[in-house]
């Protein structure tokens, strides 16, 4: 596959479950991201993983918990989470550095019931 | 802190005509990057175009161009020749030219393609 991936593309869970959502790039890229998709509203930066290395958390709470094992893949573990969580998650990569562009997966459609 | 704009939620179209979405920004920078991405229904974010705003050219890409007004603090873009596929949410978007990476984000404009 080329490009970036997320896996599941939709996802259903209850307030007590325990999910992660993972992305994959093919890219090539160092930089990773997630970012939360809520209707009508812009678009959140989550968390930022340079080198693998998190240099972003924009006051998540602490039921999102993200994890990068290498610069390909990047995992976001949910737990105890509420209603109001239920978006779509985006992640995207690039290269380390301002001027680069982000490439975005297709997201995972969460409902949290 | 820097803000992106987009004042048209809803914008459509005759297919084969030319339509063009508005977007302005407020930053105290210079060094900076703006973007156009497009959501269609199936929710991926494609890139549509981008600009460096060091570069005085306005961006082209096939039938999507940019009107990049740095004084005006102004980056529309124009769709020519609408085609079907066209129909999505697009989204501007700007970046810091510093050590922050974080894309800002406008709330989007919904375009529709009329047959």
């Known amino acids: 596959e080329t490009g970036v991936t997320q896996t599941p593309r939709h996802l259903v869970m209850g307030m007590t479950n325990k999910k992660s959502l993972k992305c994959e790039q093919h890219l090539g890229h160092n930089a990773m991201y997630w970012y939360k998709q809520s209707a009508k509203k812009p678009l959140e930066l989550m968390f930022v993983y340079n080198f693998k290395e998190q240099t972003e958390n924009n006051s998540v709470p602490s039921r999102f918990s993200p994890e990068c094992p290498n610069s390909s893949h990047l995992f976001l573990h949910l737990h105890t989470l509420q209603p109001e969580d239920s978006a779509l998650y985006l992640c995207?990569?690039?290269?380390?550095?301002?001027?680069?562009?982000?490439?975005f997966g297709p997201g995972t459609r969460l409902l949290v019931l | 802190a820097q803000t992106v704009t987009q004042s048209q939620p809803e914008m459509s179209v005759q297919e084969a005509e030319t339509v063009t979405l508005s977007c302005t920004y407020d930053?105290?920078?210079?060094?900076?990057?703006l973007f156009w991405y497009k959501q269609p229904p199936s929710r991926q974010m494609i890139l549509v175009i981008r600009q460096e705003a060091y570069k005085q050219q306005n961006a082209t890409e096939n039938r999507f161009s940019v009107n990049f007004q740095k004084a005006a603090k102004s980056f529309s873009l124009k769709i020519s020749d609408s085609q079907l596929g066209d129909a999505a949410m697009y989204f501007c978007a700007y970046r810091s030219g510093d050590s922050n990476y974080q894309l800002i984000w406008g709330a989007g404009t919904k375009l529709i393609i009329k047959p």
């Open positions: 995207a990569s690039s290269q380390v550095g301002a001027a680069s562009t982000q490439y």
């Open positions: 930053t105290s920078e210079s060094d900076y990057y």
